[in-house]
């Protein structure tokens, strides 16, 4: 006797749940069991959609049905050459949606059509279950000048416009959190001011323009959203936004302020970079609590992959990506990020604590042998170094840039006077023989036994005592060492700062 044992329904959906569409579409001809559960018992399995170019209406009013009454994520692709009339097939659908994208790829050519079906689809009804909403045009632009979606709109959270201009008076979306803009032209403070208007409740912004124009005449604008905590300013082509037009924003009060340059080709390369802060950079440092020692996290993003030092030469003369995220005593923050030909000496000389990365001091190094001298910080106190590897791990990776095995000897590359603290620290447990920080100490900073540091801290990290002679010198080097076993993650991925968590500075 056979004994038919069945899945239990919620085990069966999450399976089906983790195929792709054309797997699921299989799974309803398995049996007749399958195919009322995977259509009827878990509609959202459907709910998933993206049409585009190569698909029919016909498929787009099929698959919006298969959904039933589940909540549709939907993405629609159109070419300015084909746009069969689908506004018509979604629009019923428009109450259900949960997130809606649309993106309209048209080079040229009559766009009449195109243009009014599309403010036509975002005007028609009210959505009160969206969440996020983005309209990307590439090669058009569009203006809306009527209420998205009737104004109903109660759990609206993100929404994302390019080459998409919303000027509405009577628009209000007070429940969007997260608004990103990126245009070909954005005037200040005009323009940015009509963007905000519809959104009074913003946590986030995110602006990137490859022009930024300065209106005459209204001076800056007069508040940004009073929640905002996040801003991002972003600029295109290698051309910085220009002093006059930062000056209107303002941005003093925001907690986070990220400014970064967006490479179309994801690699520097104009040789006029500047030192960093630029001009305006330094503008984009107002807000910060300089008074009192502000915690640096600086990082450069090299492109060459082959492993030889003198690949990225050409990089260090004509500018290193460089991110620098700067922290007060407030956990006010600032982030930058753009090619910069290394630092200039009055911005170094005003840096207390600094967090690095182990391969960044190994850029520092090789800048230090075509300079000539040191990088002097006047004010450090504190370095904490992150991300240390094993030394097997060294050996197996020879293309690791690493200070900790630079042939001997070299020249000083680091010149502190108050440094009196160094912490090494990694997200796993590494081991260390005693000679390899003591040669950093000695070469790369330049200590001696008559200047030793007041404290050496370990995190996570096991000192190999094997040569009692080496463990003696680092000691004398650094008479008092604390190891201990709870490592710290270094604060290195800047892309919303909306999610960080703040810093604990007690």
Known sequence: MRHRIALPTELLC???????????????????????????????????????????????????????TALIDLRVDVLQWRFPPVAAIIEPYIGQLQSLRIQIDAPGGSLRPTIAALLGLLTSRPAPQLISLTVFLDGMEARLTSPLFLNTTPRLRHVDFTCFEYVCAAARHPTVKILRLETEELHIPRQLHNYLRPFPGLEALDILSERYLADRGPGPMAALPARLDALIIGFQNRKPVPTEILELIPHGDVKQVEYREDLEDKKPGFRNAPSFPSQDEAIIMQGLQLLRPVAFFISFILYDSDGDSSAITDELENGLCTEVIM???????????????????????QVVVLNIRE????????????????????????????SLLEINDYAEDTSWRSPFFISLPYPTVFEAPRLHSITFTTDEEVTFAPEMISEFLLHFLGRTIETPLELLELRNIRILGHNIAEVARLTLLAPKIDSRDDGLEYEYDVANLADFDDIDFS
């Not at 559960?37 to 298969?66: F, N």
């Open 327 to 349: 922290v007060d005593s407030l956990r006010n923050r600032r982030v930058f990020s753009a090619s910069h030909k290394m630092f200039a000496p009055s911005f170094l000389s």
């Open 14 to 68: 999450a399976i089906i749940g983790f195929l792709p569409l054309k797997d699921r579409i299989a799974v309803t001809h398995v049996c007749q069991v399958w195919r009322k559960l995977a259509l009827e018992a878990r509609a959202e399995l459907w709910a998933q959609i993206r049409w585009g170019p190569s698909s029919t209406m016909d498929v787009l009013a099929a698959r919006l049905a298969r959904a039933g």
């Open 359 to 386: 391969e960044d001091l190994y850029i520092w190094y090789l800048h230090r042998r075509t300079s000539d001298g040191p990088a002097r910080f006047d004010a450090l106190e504190s370095l904490v170094v992150h």
